[in-house]
């Protein structure tokens, strides 16, 4: 019998019916000794499986876990016959891996087997969920395998227990120590001039005080009433006691006023209501300073549920706070005397699944904050920058190093934090970008509503990197410009366009910079990765080939950026030399005539053919499914660069639209040595000798046209690539100044 449990009818559950193949087995010795993959116990077909979900326990709970992690539901036409399902038992995670010898065992959980029809396996890698599929067994039968409570299931209720919560940050302020407390070096506490809270006990927006302890929000605004926004027109009345018992607040910050009155807390930091809406020079103090007011948060809440048409707004509940808010129920079965769960989505598959994850401005929110208690449709977590807790499994007394099902981080986490720690100036760079390009990725499949927060919306982010990357901390409004990270610059200007791109999609947004040679030039999601082998890890730059960039700043200031200098000076195989400007005066003096967001650099350049190469998603897919494909689109493509010779010789790689033109050749400049290793298949050994470390320069095809402003050539970026040094010496390529814009 299929039951659904609220906390009061916990510990009463009758043994469930079971069909013949599951009365079969014995689960308490699956349990005792566990089940390793070589004995695995096959069950049947996954169809014969379903269809016996409301006659049998186990098959219930199997199909429960099958039907979500794969969303049968968005797959009626699969035929699922020859899928066929195997159990194991293993132990889940280990209490603590810092010992040496053999590690504590934690729990045991039943994984359940199958393989993905490629077109759910399609669905699955591009949601990011049902990463595993597993039964839980729940705590209260732990004792009987002689296993402590930790890290076996605990009930989830139709509301949370605000004890719990309280238990979490306990935890983390009073036993994680610094590594919690003090996240971001050099983002100060400050709170900015003028910073307002919404005080929950006399409900009024309030001058936030001297050392405020307060909690901030993270919530999509969507299109509602906006009476509920503070303005010129209402904030002084708002100062008043009790004033906001009168204002229609929306659901979520209602909610989220309601918890931390709960908590015992004072003090909410909710943005449409602590900024003044309508008065510019506030909104730009308090932007600026966002990275203080996560950062300096003692708690983020977030409102992530899984979007409903219709709650999808600042008008969803915080799921779990009233009874009825939640979407799925915890289904626990009693089979053979033990009370089984179907575990609750982890943090990455419920983030996946939220449309809040798929805004803008919750990136940097999310990135920034210390303590964060996610209220997703199933569950909560809390997410610090130790553990992750979640309702549905017991692991408050975890250690440091322990291992447990859901302990992976939401997004972008870690990269950063390890940057501070590297104190070698060369790797610390080199991490930096790597960073960067991690969240760069993350941020650019979000959406804005405004393009014009293109920049905004990523502020945060860039002050926190701008503290971090250097010993002395740099200001974040000349570390990066035009959302490229000046000290990094080689490596940054490496992304690719994301697959499904679409190709040619620039961004125009009046009154905004976005060149052609910066990912904020363009309206799509871009990625970094290896183009030539699919494999070595993100691209980058070993050294610069160019003597100077100089770049024309948003006031028309043409700036000279320093060269890459975590950038190794010498290499020894090289053949290519970078050209000498003939004037080092030449570029900053020519910028000063250019529009904003010019790059200018003195390089070589030279025209060449391209040939498209066989899809490699087709490749990919054909062979392993278990690889995501990364390249290859009805938008992009990769191609091949040619020599002149004829029959032609394979040069190099590049990513471009794929409908370029292959009739015509294509202008391409150099921009520095790449670091990728190099495949077989990238050039012909054989007509341009043998492969050796940095023998692959990055290389960037443009357009050019005459300006219409200054009279000189100015080019667009098209696509990034890789060229072979011997090709590129071999082909009859030219010296002269890049205005890239
Ligand atoms: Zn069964
Ligand atoms: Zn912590």
Redesign the pocket.
Known sequence: MAMFLDEDSALVLPDSP??K??NALDLAQMFQKGVRESHSITLGALAT?LS?EHI?G??GLISHLVSRSWLLDRHTIEDLTSVHVQLLVEPCGWADSSQPGPHTACAHRIQVRAKRPIAIHRTVMKEKIGLVMELQMMEDDAARFGRERAYHGRRVGAVVNLELIKEWMRICEEEHGLTCANVWKNVTEQLPQGARMIDVVRMAVVEAPPNCRYVALSYMWGNINTNYKTVLKNVEKRRHTSSLESVGLPRTIRDAIKLVQELGMRYLWVDAMCIVQDDPADIKIQITAMATIYGAARLTIFCAPTVIVGRGSADSPLPGLEPGSREEIQRIERIQSLSLAVPLRMLIEALAASEWNTRGWTFQEHILSRRRLFFTSDQLFFECQRDVFSEDIIVESSKDTAMYPGKSHGIGYGALHSIRNIKHQHSRYQAYAKAFMQMLEEYTQRQLTKQADIYNAFFAIITVFSRDIEMTPLDPHTAFLFGMPLSVLEDAMLWQPARNAPARNRRREQGLVTPSWSWAGWDISVVYFDIVGFMYGPPGALRSLVEEWVIVDTDGQARRIAIGRHLWEHHQNAKYRRPSSPSSALLVEEGASLAPGTLLFYTTVAFLKVRKVNNQLDEIAGQDQTQVPVYGSEFHSVFEVLSEASPPAKMGRIVLPSDTDTIRPLEFAVLSRSNMGCSPETYDEQVFGGRYEGCLLNVMAVTSSESTVCRKKVSERIGVGVIAEEGWIAARFQERVVRLQ
């Open positions: 079971l069909c193949i599951c499986i016996k049998c186990l098959c």
